[in-house]
């Protein structure tokens, strides 16, 4: 926002052509109504309306346009110049149609007339318009002056009727609005529906303080959604869009800080004592040194153990960067204040990985158990019994841990590996079976998907943000390739190579079996090519969803150990087995996965300290997927990775995962809005830190719209 105010005028002009409907539409209550009820719109129209998510008059006004024409160069019909489109207006003399011998098109030919001069206009294909358009009638056309047929011409682009000679059109002239729109609903119908909408936005209320308003010098609501759908000029357009997107960015950040409140206050949390013995023998038996990255994560997490605040706190780092150690020193924690500390994670492999990196770093310092699928029904029942009567302290497993006949005897702090592959009701409801007498436990949610700051702000506002950037020392960067299909074999001459060296190698294909509708490779096909012909002297394997738990295991853990040289997969592997050995990344098909899934399959190599590659057979068909692998290639961070794909997929693809109950956006794009963001963020902790719970009555606007936004998911804070 630039702080400038709209210069809206209201009265006379476009903003008044068309009266209202009826006077129930000066009712605040209007925005209820349905579209039934305005002109033009038949039952048939209103079914397609709906069809298209368009049911009340707030559903109208909430649809902002896409972009703008400008149509504001109207010229004389003397003064068109050859090729140019411009924007006329004039009366018919004339209407006449045909129909061409050689190429069977139709052409509706209008002779029109304005005090300068006459042109003739053409349309193509609409013979419909002869029943439509009559002598004496006034139009505006939107179109270009060219020769045609010989003869000069007006081949018309848009057209309406004008009502009043006088009167400004919507269609064809000014700044005029693009709506979303579909082939049963067009622009041209949501343009003239808006324009009936004028009495209703002028009277929107405003959810935003007036105190706000006058300190951050913002427009009033009312004023920026008209301007936004009938701007004068792109510029007010702009201002207008810029305010909307801080309030829609405002009421997100307001409702996440809100629900973090009640997270927080709802119950408290055993606050734990200093590190003592157990901590420091844990950091002091470490066999490496963390990094000052890492150093900096665990005093951040400090201060939350030791508060009686629930930590609701979310660490990020790229793959490889460490998080494992942070948060496996945070559970010795717990368990040296006499409580337990669970560690989910998404996929049985990486749940026994984290149990082994639990046996060699923790070692005695806490007794651990893991709990997968896999246990037998008698040895779910004693590893159970182990965790009710609190003899386990650090429990270990997958979904297996979130079952109702789980219990803890004093869980003091949740860690849950690639929290977005868990769903939120799930994690919430262990948090709060594992409740006390008002006691919760702390949770760390962790992801090796880095996240651009504006997108962690919006999906996971309401925790508090630690990143772990780098990684540690000794690992190289990735060297990345992408191989032609002309060069295919001189890459597998590259993996021969690099196998002959005694290194592993991975091979990622999209598909399982030759049965799914998919042209890319697929793993058990591909599995059986390699081993015949390209890494024939090699042992390969297969691991793909489909296959037993028990045997998936059985290969992965061959391929960990060193039995096999080639293991083919699907994306199973994106998370899971660290094998510093393996030194080579084949992604076949790569223009079919995402970028953050590609950086994740890229970061299964580089774990050690060999040089490590990894090559991309793909074909790229759209610029989405040669901008990915484009991306992929110029660099191996993670958090720039995330910046482009923010841009390149757009927040609605990549919000999939955000929060229950966040509200979607509908004008911001995180993309091009992060200052708006940041600004909004620090309004809303501003806004809260005066009024928490919002109960002030120059609030309650503000409150209302929180719970229109948000419905029940801010509890009791909302409670009227």
Not at 188 to 200: E, S, T, Y
Not at 350 to 356: D, I, K, P, T, V
Request: net charge neutral; proline share 5%.
């Amino acid at each position: 926002m630039t702080g400038q105010q709209l210069p809206l005028r209201f009265g006379g002009g476009r903003y008044d052509q068309r009266p209202p409907v009826t006077r129930l539409f000066y009712d605040p209550a209007a925005v209820a109504l349905p579209l039934s009820g305005l002109q033009r719109v038949t039952p048939n129209v209103a079914r397609r309306l709906t069809a298209f998510g368009l049911t009340t008059v707030g559903d109208l006004i909430e649809h902002f346009p896409r972009r703008y024409e400008d149509f504001r160069d109207r010229k004389a019909i003397r003064d068109l110049k050859v090729g140019e489109e411009a924007t006329i207006r004039g009366e018919i003399v004339r209407v006449r149609a045909e129909r061409t011998a050689r190429r069977r098109v139709d052409i509706v030919r209008v002779l029109l007339r304005d005090d300068t001069g006459a042109v003739e206009a053409v349309w193509f294909n609409q013979k419909y318009l002869t029943k439509v358009l009559c002598e004496g009638m006034k139009l505006s056309l939107r179109g270009t002056f060219r020769p045609q047929s010989g003869r000069q011409q007006f081949v018309v682009r848009g057209h309406e009727i004008l009502e009043e000679e006088d009167g400004e059109g919507v269609h064809t002239e000014g700044v005029v609005p693009v709506y979303p729109a579909s082939e049963q609903v067009s622009a041209k119908l949501l343009r003239a529906l808006v324009h009936q909408l004028v009495p209703v936005m002028r009277r929107l209320p405003d959810p935003l303080p007036a105190g706000l308003l006058a300190r951050e010098r913002l427009p009033g609501r009312a004023a920026a959604v008209t301007a936004v759908h009938l701007p004068r000029t792109l510029a007010e357009a702009k201002l207008a869009r810029e305010r909307l997107v801080l309030e829609e960015l405002l009421l997100m950040q307001v409702g996440l800080l809100l629900h973090k409140q009640e997270q927080q206050q709802r119950v408290h949390a055993s606050a734990l004592p200093e590190p003592g013995d157990l901590a420091h023998a844990f950091l002091d038996g470490l066999p490496f040194e963390l990094t000052p990255h890492q150093l900096a994560s665990l005093d951040e997490l400090e201060g939350d153990l030791r508060r009686d605040v629930p930590m609701r706190r979310l660490l990020q780092g790229d793959v490889g960067s460490g998080k494992t150690v942070v948060a496996l020193y945070c559970l010795v924690r717990a368990a040296e204040a006499g409580l337990q500390g669970v560690l989910l994670a998404p996929t049985e492999t990486l749940a026994a990985q984290h149990a082994e990196t639990a046996a060699r770093l923790v070692g005695p310092l806490a007794s651990a158990e893991l709990v997968t699928s896999t246990l037998t029904a008698k040895e779910r029942r004693e590893a159970l019994a182990r965790i009710e009567c609190g003899e386990t302290r650090l429990a270990i497993g997958t979904h297996a841990l979130l079952q109702e006949d789980v219990r803890f005897a004093a869980l003091g702090l949740l860690v849950v590996d690639e929290q977005h592959r868990f769903g939120v009701e799930q994690r919430d409801a262990l948090v709060r079976r594992t409740e006390r007498d008002g006691v919760a436990p702390h949770v760390l949610h962790m992801t090796a998907t880095p996240i651009p700051r504006t997108l962690a702000l919006t999906v996971f506002g309401d925790l508090d943000l630690t990143t772990i950037t780098g990684v540690p020392s000794g690992r190289q960067p990735v060297v990345t390739r992408l191989v032609d299909e002309d060069k295919r074999e001189t890459g597998y001459d590259f993996v021969r190579k690099q196998i002959a060296k005694g290194r592993q190698v991975y091979v990622v294909c999209p598909a399982i079996d030759e049965s799914e509708s998919i042209s890319a490779a697929t793993a058990v096909a591909e599995a059986e090519r390699l081993q015949a012909g390209p890494f024939r002297d090699a042992r390969v394997a297969v691991a793909h969803g489909q296959l037993k738990s028990a045997d998936r295991d059985d290969v992965m853990r061959s391929f960990k150990t060193g039995d096999l040289d080639v293991l083919v997969a699907t994306s199973l592997i994106e998370v899971g087995i660290d094998v510093p050995n393996a030194t080579v990344m084949i992604v076949e098909g790569a223009e079919r996965f995402g970028l953050a899934q590609l950086h994740q399959l890229r970061g299964r190599v580089g774990r050690g300290s060999e040089k490590s590659y990894c090559l991309l057979f793909a074909t790229a068909e759209t610029g989405a997927s040669q901008a990915r692998l484009e991306a992929l290639l110029e660099t191996n961070d993670g958090f720039e990775l995330a910046d482009r794909d923010l841009e390149i997929r757009g927040e609605g693809q990549v919000m999939g995962s955000r929060q229950a109950g966040v509200p979607d956006l509908k004008l911001a794009r995180l993309a091009r809005d992060r200052a708006a963001l940041l600004r909004a963020r620090k309004l809303a902790a501003g806004i809260l830190a005066d009024d928490p719970g919002l109960r002030s009555p120059v609030n309650a606007p503000l409150q209302d719209a929180m719970r229109a936004a948000f419905g029940g998911e801010l509890g009791w804070l909302l409670k009227a």
